[in-house]
């Protein structure tokens, strides 16, 4: 059975700051992965998505790499802004049977 | 092009209550998703469609959850009668599904549904 966690669990950065968050999971066949962002409150966000075939995709200041052997994706977001707080999740895709999520990234970006 | 809509967006009921919610997908997507995320928590996938059948339902709690795709456009989702654990957002999702191999199945979520069971 996939399970899907995040780490950190929250993170406060101060504004422009360049800042990483991280998700494993344990099955490594997996078709695709997904991040989200949620805002309180509100629905999911689409952010990247990474095909399995895929090494990482870029976003504006944003860049998801996957490492499907070792079980893990990054998200990288540049220069952070107040404008990014809030929840990063990440999901996994098991060949369109199933998404699996992790428990999500509290992120705090601070003027 | 018009998103996923939910509806309600807000629905308080006493337990031992029943309540529905609505969602319809971006169009032309025929595979849709109910998630329920509870305080906390990431979303848990509850069940998928494809068109008007059932993909996976091995997390939906059958008992006092169903859920209907009657016409492979915009699907209903019962709970009856409620319990307090299922106090919870519940997240409707779409995706473009085809046949070919290499679709994305990438995921457009609605605003979700807060449920309160008190």
């Known amino acids: 059975k996939q399970e899907v966690t995040q780490i950190p669990a929250a993170l406060s950065v101060p504004e422009g700051e360049n800042l990483v968050l991280n998700c494993s999971f344990t099955?490594?066949?997996?078709?695709?992965l997904q991040w989200f962002r949620q805002d309180p409150g509100k629905g999911l966000t689409s952010l990247l998505l990474?095909?399995?075939?895929?090494r990482e995709q870029t976003s504006g200041r944003l860049n998801a790499s996957l490492d499907k052997s070792s079980g893990r994706s990054t998200l990288y977001i540049a220069a952070s802004q107040p404008g990014d707080s809030a929840t990063y999740l990440c999901?996994?895709?098991?060949?369109?049977?199933?998404?699996?999520f992790g428990p999500g990234t509290r992120l705090s970006v601070l003027p | 092009e018009a998103g996923v809509a939910q509806s309600p967006r807000y629905k308080i009921i006493e337990k031992r209550q029943s309540v529905a919610f609505w969602c319809n997908p971006i169009?032309?997507?025929?595979?849709l998703y109910w998630y329920q995320q509870i305080l906390g928590q990431g979303p848990k996938l509850l069940i998928q469609?494809?068109?008007?059948?059932?993909?996976?339902d091995s997390q939906l709690p059958k008992d006092r959850f169903s859920a209907e795709r009657l016409k492979g456009v915009d699907s209903t989702l019962k709970i009856q009668p409620a319990k307090l654990e299922d106090s919870a957002v519940y997240l409707c999702?779409?995706?473009?599904?085809?046949?070919?191999?290499?679709?994305?199945?990438?995921?457009?979520f609605g605003p979700g549904t807060r449920l309160t069971v008190t």
């Open positions: 990474i095909q399995s075939s895929q």
């Open positions: 999702a779409s995706s473009f599904t085809a046949a070919l191999a290499g679709e994305s199945y990438e995921q457009y």
């Open positions: 469609f494809q068109n008007n059948g059932v993909v996976d």
């Open positions: 169009s032309g997507h025929a595979t």
């Open positions: 999901a996994v895709n098991d060949y369109g049977q199933n998404f699996v």
């Open positions: 099955d490594s066949a997996i078709y695709n």
